[in-house]
Structures are given as structure tokens and as C-alpha cells.
């Protein structure tokens, strides 16, 4: 049997490092691939609610590309088998196929086009419903894994284990303090995941009954029937084409029109535990003109403070050049600022971000 590098205890560091820091999975998936003679390590996060969420090293990310393309995941025999097995400890995915299910499985056929072999993975399971996978994969030069490595990458999966539920838990604690902060702002706000099931929602959101409908399954539909068709599409949407997008709510009786605004999560592009995609936000629209406060728009668009001052400067009625010398930045600066601006608001043109800026008034 193999025996723990001296440096062991540095790997189970950097996994606890990546826990708290997302873009250090990379680093903890080399330094076991490196351990374990692996060509690179990958996690996916598997849900009955969401879409299947990945990460791994950046030189196999084009496998995992492959992997996750079209339906190869859900026709995937080697997939079905091992969600069903639920291996406690790391395992030749080998094992649990045949010949010929290995030569026609899609997984099996990216991987040899891309060089690699052999594949061992294990399962953790969450509380919560959701599954974590690690998968380790060899070069095809480098043969199959032995039950000595296997030994070793299971010495790491307590480790990896514990690491994955911390970064779920500080990922919701996060999305769970945006929403409180916007409903101190008397903004009505929920996070929900890739799919659109709701994970958290402040007070305000959850007592607008007549606005936001509960689904099945944790889902949220919006009362106003083509509003609710462009929420949909939207959430749908925001799985390929991470933009801020506003859908407007016709008034009833008894409350103003709205505008719900659904805004990417800008985490890191390695935390993917928690799950949680989308804010959704609502604001009521006023003809009058009153330009929300730049908190308000720093916490809605996620706009670094000069950016927020810049919008506020522009939906007051300023031009580029006024509201650079208002916020003494220069005018080359300021632009480099709007075109950050467009890119977090969805918006192209300074007049409709105007309009989308004006949009945001709070309940309060």
C-alpha cells in the first residue's frame, strides 16, 4: 500500500483552503491528481432540481465541456450507474460497466477522443438532496489505476467530503445575507438556483403573494401570465448567457407596476456548491424623478462604489463628461466605468439604462 507523501498534509490544507476561497479547487484538484498519477481532477454537483454543475482542472475543462455537451450526461450508462451506486470511496468506473457499454457510452467515447482512460470517482451525499461527485481520470499512456492509489485519493475523501459541505453552507450563508440586506433596503428579493427553485427569500418577497406564486418542487412562478412566460424563458436563459434581466409586471388594483429583475450571481467561477444562480428582485416603477441611491444600485447590479456613483450620475440627468468631473474620475475612466455598467445591468445604450436605473425604487 502507498504511503501519504510528506506533503500530504499540504493537500488536505489546500482543500480546506478551497472550501473558503473557490478559486483554490484547481489548486487541490492538481495536487491530488499529481498524488494519485492522474491526468486531472473534476466535481460535479448532481440535483433532481438543477441542471448538473462542474468544475475541474483548467486543461480538462474542454473534456468536462464535452462531458456536460447536449445530452451526454443523461444517456450516459456510466453516469446512471454510478448516481445509482452511490460509492462510499473511490472506484474504478470500469467496474460497474461492460465492454460494450463502455465502447458506446458518450462519457467513455469524449474521453478516449481526448487521450484519457481510466476514471474512478466517489459520491458524497448532502443532506440537502444533492450529490457530490469527485472524479480522478488517467492519460491512456498511463494505464489504469491501481488499489494502492484508490487507497490514497480515499484517504483524502473525508477531506474532500467536509470541504464540499462547508462551501455549500458559506455559499447559502452569502446568498442569505444578500437578501437581507435587500429587504433592510425594502427591496422583496430570493435566490434561486440554475433552475429557478427558490433557496432563500426575505419577508417582503414571501408576503407578496399576488406577485410571486409557490410551484412544485420549490419553484417560482410570477401571477401575471406574459410576465410570467418572460421569467421563465429568462431563468431558462441565464444557464448559457449569465445577463441581468428586467421584466415588467402590470399594475393591479391596489399596487403600482413592477419590475422584477433577475441578476446573475456573480460568484466565483469555481463555486458551484451552494447552487444559488439567480437574485431576483423587485422594484416598484415611478413616473417621478426620484434616482435610487447608489447602495441601492451597488447591491441590485452588483456595481463596484465609483460605478454606482457613476449610474446615479447619469440617471440624474448627467452626461458622461459631467458625471465624470462629478465623481473626479476622468472622462476615459468614466467610459471604461459605463461599459462595466452595460455589461452588469444587460442594458447597451445610456438611455435604456437610464430607464432600468429609475426603475429600481425600493418598497420602503
Known sequence: ?????????????????????????????????????????????VSDHSPVRAIGEAHIQPLLDAFMAKDNW????????????????????????????????PIYTSARNFGVGSLVCTSISIPGGELFLFMFLRWLKDGDYDQATIDLLNRLRPHLARAGLIAQRLGLERAGTAVSVLGDMGLPAAVTGGSGRVLLANSLLDGMADVFLSLAHGGMALADEPANALFQQAVVLNRDNRFVRSIPVSATKGRPALIVHLLP????????????????????????????????LSALFDLTPAEA????????????QEAAMEIGVAVKTARSYLER????TGTNRQSQLVALLKSARSFS
Open 1 to 45: 500500500m502507498l504511503e501519504m507523501p510528506h506533503d500530504g498534509q499540504a493537500i488536505v490544507d489546500l482543500i480546506y483552503e478551497a472550501a473558503f476561497a473557490a478559486e483554490m479547487w484547481s489548486d487541490a484538484l492538481e495536487a491530488a491528481s499529481a498524488l494519485s498519477r492522474s491526468a486531472g481532477g473534476a466535481i460535479f454537483v
Open 341 to 344: 455598467i452595460f455589461r452588469k
Open 74 to 105: 443523461a444517456l450516459s450508462q456510466s453516469a446512471r450507474r454510478i448516481l445509482s451506486a452511490q460509492p462510499a470511496s473511490f472506484v474504478r468506473i470500469d467496474d460497474f460497466m461492460t465492454g460494450d457499454e463502455i465502447e458506446h457510452d
Open 309 to 320: 456613483r457613476l449610474a446615479t450620475a447619469l440617471a440624474s440627468g448627467r452626461s458622461t
Open 265 to 296: 450571481l456573480r460568484r466565483a467561477a469555481q463555486d458551484i456548491f451552494s447552487g444559488a444562480e439567480i437574485l431576483v428582485a423587485a422594484t416598484t416603477v415611478s413616473v417621478d424623478t426620484i434616482v435610487p441611491s447608489p447602495s441601492m
